[in-house]
């Protein structure tokens, strides 16, 4: 079979008698796995993040749009008010003399 065998630690002893060699792990002691898992965790925190500046952004936009949009009819009820002096909600005269 194999001249190489594995003990209950994990690590492979040489068949020489020569020191087993450790496996170095890059980038600061993680394995690839971890790596991965962070690469996606990252990359969806990301996503997160642009997908709720965005939200917001459109949002606020929205409410801006709906403010000025109401302003607007207020701004015009008072407009026709002064001019006619009729109430544009009522249509009631409020002329005093």
Same mark, same amino acid.
């Given at each position: 079979m194999s001249d190489v065998s594995v003990p209950k630690n994990g690590e492979a002893e040489a068949p020489s008698g020569e020191k087993p060699r450790r496996r170095r792990l890059p980038l600061g002691g993680f394995s690839v796995r971890a790596r991965i898992l962070a690469a996606v965790v990252g990359l969806?925190? +990301?996503?997160? $993040?642009?997908?709720?500046?965005?939200? &917001? &952004?459109? !949002?606020? $936009? !929205?409410?801006?749009?709906? $403010?000025?949009?109401?302003l607007q009819a207020g701004a015009e009820e008072f407009v026709v008010l002064h001019e006619s002096? $009729?109430?544009?909600?009522?249509? =009631? =005269? !409020? +002329?005093?003399?």
């Open positions: 969806a925190a +990301m996503g997160l $993040i642009v997908a709720g500046y965005t939200v &917001f &952004f459109l !949002q606020q $936009i !929205q409410v801006e749009d709906r $403010i000025n949009a109401e002096g $009729i109430d544009p909600q009522t249509g =009631s =005269s !409020q +002329m005093r003399v």
